[in-house]
């Protein structure tokens, strides 16, 4: 787990320093008043190394059975990613969406991503996984959002959720841009594909990828 604790100082004095590796909150305070989207690049970058943060709560749906849900899940498991993820940089100076990061790399953690330009929009194919935890988007999405096949596992309750959700980018409180994105997800209909019944199952949530790949050559 990064904790990247000197965040926390306000935003103004962020955007001053010239040794920033906190590529969203930058870029997001950037892009505050352009709907939430983010054209810069990551070819400066010296660190490379990709990572993410999520949270996700899954309940059944209205009228249906789900054997996955769950209370709150947190990449990495800190009580203070799901504050980092919804701040509002219309509310705060310091809001710092990635605070609370895994890395790939990190103990029992992995993280792989390609968020990369294709004909206007922008091809997403990102994972994140930790501690036998497992949650995978798949789509295309533009500046207004999309949607996402999201894939969620959890090897120790044998979850194993698939449905289409839906990511938006709202202002001050979103990102989307070459290697990189952040924005609420909205799963009204999961499927438990472990069940013979395949329960239905309602998740909401905020996932945070950045430093990922922004060629889609290099896989």
């Known amino acids: 787990m990064v904790v990247r604790g000197e965040w926390a100082v306000p935003f103004c004095v962020l955007l001053a320093c010239a040794c920033t590796d906190d590529d969203v909150a930058r870029d997001a305070g950037d892009a505050g008043n352009t709907g939430g989207t983010s054209a810069a690049s990551d070819s400066g970058d010296t660190l490379n190394v990709p990572e993410a943060a999520l949270e996700l709560s899954v309940a059944p749906r209205f009228g249906s059975h789900c054997e996955g849900a769950h209370g709150q899940l947190l990449i990495p498991q800190n009580r203070e990613v799901d504050q980092a993820l919804n701040c509002d940089f219309s509310a705060s100076t310091s809001c710092t969406p990635s605070a609370h990061v895994v890395r790939d790399g990190d103990p029992n953690a992995s993280v792989s991503c390609t968020i990369a330009l294709l004909n206007g ?13 497992t949650l995978s988007l798949a789509g295309t ?3 207004t959002g999309g949607t996402l096949v999201v894939t969620h596992r959890s090897a120790s309750t044998q979850i194993n959720l698939r449905g289409d959700c839906t990511i ?3 202002p001050d ?6 290697g990189k994105l952040w924005g609420p997800l909205s799963c009204p209909a999961l499927t438990d594909t472990g069940s013979a019944a395949g329960d239905q199952c309602d998740g909401e949530g905020i996932v945070l990828f950045q430093r990922c790949t922004s060629d889609l050559t290099v896989q």
Not at 121 to 133: I, K, Q, T
């Open 121 to 133: 929009s922008y091809a997403v194919s990102a994972s994140v996984a930790l501690a036998g935890d």
């Open 141 to 143: 999405v533009d500046s």
């Open 168 to 170: 938006r980018f709202p």
């Open 173 to 178: 409180r979103g990102l989307l841009g070459p």
